[in-house]
């Protein structure tokens, strides 16, 4: 299954990913960079950056600075990632920034009970977050 990530909400995005590859299927999530996070700017960008500093060089916790990364991130906390099961379930998904040449022809689904509401006034995209944090995007 390949999901466009365009204009989906980063968290029910991963919820449903997340239930469908416990369930055992393959999913491919393209256009990661496009993905929303609910809420103001610059509380949004202040967590991000918060969480990005936190801790030491050598020991935890690390953030990527990548939408892809950072989508991929969000599902595996939503998974039972220290378990077998979790683990498993964790292999089958796949982010990318933009839609690689390889799924550019097949069928790209999108999942519409994770599509932003248009009563939501404050959000932002990834990528603005992920430029403020320090990604070259």
Do not use: W
């Not at 999530?29 to 996070?37: A, F, P, Q, Y």
């Amino acid at each position: 299954m390949i999901i466009d990530g365009t204009d989906l909400v980063l968290g029910r995005l991963a919820s449903n990913v997340a239930k469908k590859a416990l369930l055992g299927e393959k999913i491919i999530i393209v256009n990661c960079e496009n993905v929303i996070l609910t809420g103001t700017k610059e509380n949004i960008i202040a967590e991000y950056k918060r969480f990005r500093d936190m801790g030491y060089v050598y020991k935890g916790p690390f953030m990527s600075k990548f939408p892809d990364r950072i989508v991929r991130r969000t599902i595996r906390g939503m998974l039972p990632h220290k378990k077998s099961r979790g683990r498993d379930a964790f292999k089958n998904i796949m982010c990318f920034m933009g839609t690689p040449l390889k799924y550019k022809h097949e069928k790209i689904e999108t999942i519409e009970q994770a599509k932003l509401k248009q009563t939501v006034i404050k959000y932002i995209s990834l990528k603005v977050v992920c430029n403020a944090i320090g990604a070259k995007i």
